[in-house]
């Protein structure tokens, strides 16, 4: 079946994108990192584990009873767990990577859309500053709000040691870091979504 949104030559065009992506080193070099992680059972497990218990406190919080120390002491325990862990971490930094591709192409297209013509770099980077400081949900998701599903879990307190447990972001996201000075996303993304925000 045709794609009827398209002419014929972004068709053509599209096509050309999408091949140099997916024959683009850094790319390749990512889905490896991927694939890498989803044939460990160790690294998928640990993932799991912070997931479940996160999705425990966001629904506690939903519920109107925030966590306790314990619990936010054994959360943050379960994140360094994923942190530390080499193939997580190489399958966040890949997940990282292609989301900044992704991000950066969407952007050229929106302004281009926008603007009617090709926009510059610095026009890029600028409107994707502007977004990141636009964009407030509680602090936990670093500018993309639609991805948050608006379930960011605060810590206790007005403090800035927040934790964004929204669980949110695909079938098994967990952005799970305090998001001060020491923010750690340590969400696993799935085979569909990738957190957006590319700020971490």
Do not use: W
């Not at 014929?8 to 065009?13: G, Q």
């Amino acid at each position: 079946m045709s794609n009827t949104s398209l002419t014929p030559e972004l068709v053509k065009l599209t096509s050309e994108l999408a091949s140099a992506f997916a024959q683009c080193q850094k790319v390749v070099s990512a889905n490896a990192r991927i694939r890498l992680f989803y044939q460990n059972p160790e690294a998928t497990d640990l993932f799991r584990k912070v997931n479940e218990y996160g999705e425990e406190l966001r629904n506690k919080h939903m519920a109107g009873m925030p966590p306790s120390e314990e619990e936010i002491a054994k959360f943050d325990a379960l994140r360094q767990n994923v942190v530390e862990n080499d193939t997580c971490r190489g399958f966040l930094e890949a997940r990282q990577e292609l989301d900044t591709l992704l991000s950066t192409v969407n952007q050229y297209l929106c302004l281009a859309i926008e603007k009617g013509v090709a926009p510059t770099d610095e026009e890029v980077a600028d409107s994707m500053m502007q977004q990141m400081s636009a964009c407030s949900c509680g602090g936990g998701c670093h500018g993309n709000c639609d991805d948050c599903d608006s379930d960011c879990h605060h810590n206790h307190g007005d403090d800035d040691d927040h934790k964004c447990c929204c669980g949110g972001h695909g079938e098994d996201h967990e952005c799970c870091g305090g998001h001060g000075d020491d923010h750690e996303c340590c969400g696993g993304h799935g085979e569909g979504h990738q957190c957006k925000c590319g700020k971490h």
